[in-house]
């Protein structure tokens, strides 16, 4: 187990005995992801480069007599909720809970009864960042609760169960890439998935010569303030204008001979979503092969696509962009581009391991200068998927117990 988990389980030991006087019955984690590449194509049925990384969040706890409610606190935002088990309307504050809510729910519906139980949250994912910090919360929350009530979901059924709690219970119209890579991260790299048919394809790399280093701007997001939709509507709009069930369908030359039929708007959108699915693609082949300034071209166009056709990027991330293209190859950087969702987060950088520390410092000093803002930096490593820490006999990786 990494050193920064073992310190996460042993913070949220701690927490729940503080907080309630109990010992941990059981202790889930779940990644955060990085999305190497692959940016707003998932919800379009294309491809997605997204790695699980060594940031987790942890949920420790224990059954309890309260009827048909749970206990949880947050030791990340320090406060704590009392939710009813049955079915209720979707919570509306604390926001952070209304992703537990859906993750009882999808349980609920699968006919699996959730008994109550406190548990607390610790978290080194950073909030807002890009980097999935509310996927890695429902996953978590999913893999505990199969601890609770000694089942194991299918991974993808619980890739799903998550999704559809985003979906119904924060309001954010998401695919299903972030809880698929925090269910399903293996520790060799990051996974090629087809969002068409959920097919999951391992993509290793030298991860001790080559490395992602991810640059917080500390610019907070929120997909489920619009904008996310928003971007998702004009993509089903562009996809019926085009006469295709999915921008999945078509080619960049298709894309351009319908510019009139979609107008300037649609025709940004629908470009940079068949042009990222090639790039992803392409990235997917180049990192096997140890052909990393391609793939850092690769990352650059895509980032140019996200701010330019798809305009999601803020100034600050890039800024983090330019300074890190500034430091070119023969400072250490392949590639950057914006990760996550967009509206501020992270960037995310392909470079050398061993100059990954001098690159930080470029960045964090270019950054506060032009900014006024502090940059947060971390290498991330690959990570293994969601697991029970502290299972009992059928804990989840007997996959398949029920579907």
Not at 154 to 170: G, I, N, P, S, V
Not at 295 to 317: C, F, K, N, Q
Not at 350 to 362: F, K, P, W
Request: with cysteine.
């Amino acid at each position: 187990m990494e050193p920064s988990l073992v310190a996460l389980v042993d913070e949220a030991r701690q927490l729940l005995l503080a907080k309630w006087g109990k010992a941990a019955q059981w202790v889930a984690a779940a990644p955060g992801r990085v999305n190497v590449i692959g940016e707003h194509t998932d919800y379009n049925e294309g491809f997605v480069l997204p790695m699980a990384i060594d940031r987790h969040v942890v949920v420790a706890g224990t059954l309890f007599d309260g009827g048909s409610t749970a206990e949880i606190w947050s030791g990340a935002v320090g406060e704590g909720v009392s939710m009813p088990l049955a079915a209720a309307p979707p919570l509306t504050e604390p926001r952070w809970a209304s992703y537990i809510q859906g993750v009882v729910a999808g349980f609920r519906e699968r006919g699996i009864p959730v008994p109550a139980f406190r548990a607390v949250i610790v978290s080194d994912v950073p909030l807002g960042g890009g980097l999935s910090s509310s996927a890695a919360l429902e996953v978590a929350m999913a893999t505990f609760l199969e601890g609770v009530t000694r089942t194991a979901l299918f991974r993808h059924d619980k890739a799903r169960l998550c999704r559809r709690a985003e979906q119904d219970y924060a309001g954010v119209p998401c695919g299903v890439m972030d809880q698929l890579a925090s269910v399903m991260g293996q520790d060799s790299g990051p996974l090629l998935i087809d969002c068409r048919d959920e097919s999951v394809v391992p993509v290793p790399f030298d991860h001790d010569a080559t490395v992602l280093l991810i640059a917080n701007s500390n610019v907070k997001h929120s997909l489920g303030d619009g904008a996310y939709a928003r971007r998702r509507a004009e993509c089903q709009e562009a996809a019926e204008r085009l006469g295709v069930a999915s921008l999945r369908d078509v080619t960049p030359e298709q894309v351009e001979q319908a510019a009139s039929r979609l107008g300037p708007l649609l025709l940004k959108r629908a470009r940079h979503v068949v042009t990222e699915n090639a790039r992803t693609v392409a990235v997917a082949q180049a990192l096997p092969e140890g052909r990393f300034a391609r793939a850092g071209t690769l990352m650059y166009e895509s980032h140019r696509s996200l701010r330019d056709d798809y305009e999601v990027s803020v100034a600050e991330i890039d800024l983090l962009v330019k300074l890190a293209e500034e430091i070119g190859t023969s400072g250490g950087v392949f590639g950057s581009r914006m990760t996550g969702g967009g509206f501020g987060g992270c960037t995310v950088s392909l470079v050398r391991a061993d100059s990954a520390g001098s690159i930080a410092q470029v960045l964090s000093a270019g950054y506060e200068k032009a900014t006024g803002r502090v940059l947060t930096t971390f290498v991330a490593r690959p990570a293994s998927g969601a697991r029970l820490l502290d299972p009992p006999s059928n804990g989840p990786e007997d996959e398949g117990r029920r579907s």
